[in-house]
């Protein structure tokens, strides 16, 4: 059984779309405005909304962007200190909500547009690595069973590469496993995500169930790309949570999301 998982921002007009869908997962794309104070405070109401109306299964995905620039786990401090302590401040403060209203937060080890510029900023990939992982071990003591630690399409934390998911063991993170990323990552291997789905299945917590057509960042709904979901749905770890994470034409209408949950439902039910 896979449970429907919708995806919105803190603009109350999509959190009222996805709810009239009764979600049983919800999770809550944040902004750099949802970091401040204020938004914080939204934010903490919001939840308490989701719960009394929906659902208690919910994750906070950490801001992508701060002033327009791509966020990045790797980022030195020393490049650009404010951008550093807002990322190292905003994810303190969003898993200390998390924690305060039990819910998930998300954050990723790497994204992938600034990635390759801040790797020339160091002395290696080793020592960014390092970096990483220090970092990440940081975050994951703070957060507990209240954070996990998203993939990337980039060779800095990919779940398609078995080295980055045997760091992901040997420091027994809890894992969001994004099945495009790793999809992307291998350049359009099913035998690759299927790897990795099978090798990280009872670390991962969550998921995000994407369809691609393994070539870049396209966020297809499922059935539109080229992703086994066959092979893909008896590995997937049943006590995990999942959304949909879809490229909406219309931020206010989630029916894309909708249809990807009504195809995984069919699809499962042929199989079984």
Request: glycine share 4%; proline share 2%; with cysteine.
């Given at each position: 059984m896979v449970l429907l998982g919708l995806k919105a921002s803190t603009d109350r007009r999509q959190i009222t779309d996805r709810l009239q869908y009764h979600p049983q997962v919800f999770e809550f794309h944040l902004t750099e405005n949802d970091m401040t104070p204020d938004g914080l405070k939204r934010l903490a109401d919001d939840i308490d909304w989701v719960k009394e109306a929906a659902t208690d299964k919910i994750i906070l995905h950490e801001p992508i962007r701060y002033h327009g620039q791509q966020m990045e786990m790797i980022l030195p401090e020393k490049y650009n200190p404010d951008f550093y302590h807002f990322m190292m401040e905003s994810i303190e403060n969003m898993v200390a909500l998390a924690c305060d209203?039990?819910?998930?937060?998300?954050?990723?080890?790497?994204?992938?547009?600034?990635?390759?510029?801040?790797?020339?900023?160091?002395?290696s990939f080793d020592a960014a690595e390092q970096e990483l992982l220090r970092r990440l071990d940081y975050f994951a003591k703070y957060g507990a069973d209240h954070l996990?630690?998203?993939?990337?399409?980039?060779?800095?934390?990919?779940?398609?590469?078995?080295?980055?998911?045997?760091l992901a063991?040997?420091?027994?993170?809890?894992?969001?496993?994004?099945?495009?990323?790793?999809?992307?990552?291998?350049?359009?291997?099913?035998?690759?995500?299927?790897?990795?789905?099978?090798?990280?299945?009872?670390?991962?917590?969550?998921y995000h169930l994407v369809d691609s057509n393994g070539e870049y960042h396209d966020s297809l709904p499922l059935g539109a790309g080229k992703i086994d979901w066959q092979a893909v749905v008896p590995l997937l770890n049943p006590q995990a949570t999942s959304i949909y994470e879809i490229n909406l034409p219309n931020q206010l209408d989630a029916?894309?999301?909708?249809?990807?949950?009504?195809?995984?439902?069919?699809?499962?039910?042929?199989?079984?």
């Open positions: 209203k039990n819910v998930l937060a998300l954050v990723h080890g790497a994204f992938n547009k600034e990635t390759d510029k801040y790797l020339q900023m160091y002395p996990c630690i998203e993939n990337s399409i980039s060779a800095v934390w990919g779940y398609a590469d078995p080295q980055i998911r045997q063991k040997t420091h027994h993170y809890h894992l969001a496993f994004d099945t495009s990323h790793v999809f992307i990552q291998s350049h359009g291997s099913n035998t690759i995500l299927q790897a990795a789905l099978r090798d990280l299945r009872e670390q991962i917590v969550h029916t894309k999301q909708v249809a990807s949950h009504r195809y995984l439902t069919t699809l499962i039910q042929h199989l079984s």
